[in-house]
Each structure stands twice: as C-alpha cells, then as structure tokens.
C-alpha cells in the first residue's frame, strides 16, 4: 500500500545542509498499523511529509496505493492528497470560522462534490461517531483540545482514504484524553482497514503497533 524507495531529503540552511531523512526504503501493508518512533530530530516528520505528497523528496519514490505520487502534476497531486490520505497533525489545525460540521465537509466539497445534503450526512455522522454529536455547529474555539483533535479525525475520514497519516496527534493532550484519541485512530484501523502511520513518542502506544519502524539520523535503524 505504502512504499518507499532510496527516499532523501536535504535542507540547505545558513549553516550548511542537513540530510535530515538519508536513505530509506520501506514497505507498509495495507490494512496495517505502524508506528515510527525516533528521537526528536531524526526526520519523523520530513518522512511523513514526504509520504503525505506535502514535501518533494530530494531524491527517491513514494508510492500510495499504487500511485508514484511525485510524478503526479501539482493539481493531480493536491486531488490524490484530498481523496486519499487522511491527516491527523498536531498543528493539522480546523479553520476557525467554520462550525465542526462546516469543517468535516470541506474536503469532501473541494474534492468537487459540492455543498449536498450527502456530505452533510456524513460529515454529521462522522462527528456522530467522534462523540461530537452535540457540537456540530459549535466553531472550534468553542470546543476543547481533545475535541478538536476528534472533528480533525474526522474531516480525515471524511473522503474515505486509504492512508492516515498522524505525526504526534496526542502529544499535546492529557493522558486520558490522548488513550480516547488514540482509540479512536485505531478504532478506524480495524473497522474500516484504514492503513494507519503514527509517529509517537509514546513507546507503549507504538507497541501495540503490527510493524514499528525506528528512525535514527534520517535511517531505518533494524
Ligand atoms: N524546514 C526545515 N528547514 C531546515 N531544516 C529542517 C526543516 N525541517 C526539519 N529540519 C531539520 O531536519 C531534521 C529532522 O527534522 P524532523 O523531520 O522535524 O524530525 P522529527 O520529526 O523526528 O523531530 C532536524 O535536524 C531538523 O532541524
Ligand atoms: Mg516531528
């Protein structure tokens, strides 16, 4: 479902460049759940935006569901990202002057459905599913941090992707709330066969994960 082949990038800074991801291939199942742990700085996050089709590797191929994404054309691309990859970041922020129901139906709205009553459906059912049933038409600074990271999870889902890609989605929250967001990523592993991709700093969520990959100074350490 997810490959990645002789992946680079390099960041050219005043101070000279830093290889910050320096050669990986890697393979993830469909279906899957894996987590990548790492130190902070060893390129978690320059990997997943390079597999999100969100920053052109320096060098090397990523493959999504069939898909070489980096040979796609910009708009070909931006339509790839919305249809099929799903994002839960922590700065994966809501737009502010839009309800959590507004928010949950934007992307399937730019993927050219339109505003339907449809989308609306789902997007009410999804935020449904989250425990936000209560809060459709609450705006985001209206509802807690926790909450917000739900609505997040599901403008993701609202498309059907095949991929979510999270990047430390709970590392801002409180214990209990990160354990109920977490159960909720997983819960959408299991039931829909989402391919799931966390990084997490926490080692017993990445346990619990069918494939773990550790990065350490941009490699794969076996
Ligand atoms: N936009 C950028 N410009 C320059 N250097 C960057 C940029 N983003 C990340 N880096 C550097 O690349 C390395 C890997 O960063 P990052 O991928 O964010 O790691 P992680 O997510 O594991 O903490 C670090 O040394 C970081 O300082
Ligand atoms: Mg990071």
Redesign the pocket.
Known sequence: MLSCRGLRKD?V?ERGA?A?VAGIDLEIAAGRYAAII??????????MAMIGGLSRPSQGQVTVDGTDIWSLSENALAAFRNKRIGYVFQFASLLPTLRLVDNVALPAMLGGGGRSSATYARATALLGQMGLGEHLDAYPSEVSAGEQRRAVIARALINEPALILADEPTSDLDEQTEIEIMDELLAVNRERGTTLVL?THNLALAEQAEQIVH?AH?MIVP
């Open positions: 960041y800074t830093v910050a790492g130190r902070s700085g060893s390129g978690k996050s320059s990997l990084v990065i941009g």
